[in-house]
């Protein structure tokens, strides 16, 4: 999955400043996209060194994270455009080599929504304040603090035997392959209950043997996913939810024969599915 990245060392550690070096990379987000150079077959992120001599000395960054040394950092307003870098969808991040740069990119671009996201304070609405301590929002009127928000989300493969079912979304173009039924936690759900929940309102099935497998931060929605295996209880027979929402648009049973080899496990749930096709549900050590 795109957050192993090893042998390379991810390390979010708070540091309130550090100066920029030659190798640093700009997490530059807005409604359009991420700013990115290159072609789109092969992205590449901007450097801050380069950013600063485009802008003038006047932006200021704040450091993110690093990975092996090399930090990421946010710009204080909106890089505008140019010839050389262009704003382009989130979901190129993906294509972004060495791997660790996709993860890194990705990882920059949920703290950076995040902070842009929470400019004011919830509380009194006053202009909120970076803390020079960790890695949160304070409130210099009220003192209210707020820490970055991950969303807590399930992914479940339903198995029976041989088979596993696989949905496919309605109503979203980009989704050209299957996936498995999911869904973000609701208040006061553990995610166990999150499990049947979702399996029975998108495909009207109920669960048992609900088993945890492994989990991935998925920062194209700033959530936290917990991938699980469980079986019918009861009768396969799967009932599309046919409330108005009409979330998917189908859902089959497949074997592992009948699954289609993925070319890459980027994403939790084609690593399950991946696992499943192999045999290999039960290893948690991928």
């Known amino acids: 999955m795109y957050q192993d990245i090893s042998p390379h060392t991810y390390n979010n550690s708070f540091v309130y400043h550090r100066p920029y070096r030659d190798e640093d990379l700009a997490i530059c987000c807005s409604q359009n996209g991420i700013l990115m150079q290159g072609s789109e077959d092969e992205p590449q992120l901007p450097r801050v060194n380069e950013l600063l001599r485009q802008t003038g000395e006047e932006s ?14 946010m710009p204080g307003g909106i890089i505008p455009e140019s010839k050389d870098y262009t704003y382009r969808k989130l979901r190129l991040l993906q294509q972004l080599e060495p791997a660790w ?20 304070c919830s509380c009194c609405g006053a202009v909120m304040e970076h803390s020079r301590t960790e890695r949160a929002l304070v409130c210099p009127v009220c003192g209210y603090i707020e820490y970055p928000r991950i969303s807590p989300c399930v ?110 496990t980027f994403s939790l749930t084609w690593t399950m599915i991946e696992a499943f096709r192999n045999g290999r549900e039960y290893d948690h050590e991928e």
Do not use: C
């Open 60 to 73: 200021v960054f704040t450091y993110l994270f690093s990975v092996d040394g090399t930090g990421f950092y």
């Open 155 to 264: 992914i479940v493969a339903v198995t029976s035997g041989d088979k596993i079912l696989l949905t496919r979304y309605a109503h979203r173009g980009y989704r050209k392959h299957h996936a498995l039924v999911a869904g973000f936690v609701e208040i006061g759900e553990s995610f166990e209950d999150t499990v049947r929940r979702e399996v029975m309102e998108e495909v009207g099935l109920k669960v048992r043997n609900i088993r945890y497998y492994r989990s991935q931060p998925w920062a194209f929605s700033g959530a936290v996913m917990a991938g699980f295996y469980a079986e019918p209880d009861g009768d396969p027979h799967v009932s599309l939810n046919h409330d108005g929402s009409d979330e998917l648009a189908e859902a089959e049973w497949f074997t592992r024969g009948e699954l289609e080899q993925e070319d890459s």
């Open 101 to 120: 740069l996709a993860f890194g990119a990705a990882t920059g671009a949920h703290l950076a929504g995040w902070y842009d996201t929470h400019k004011y």
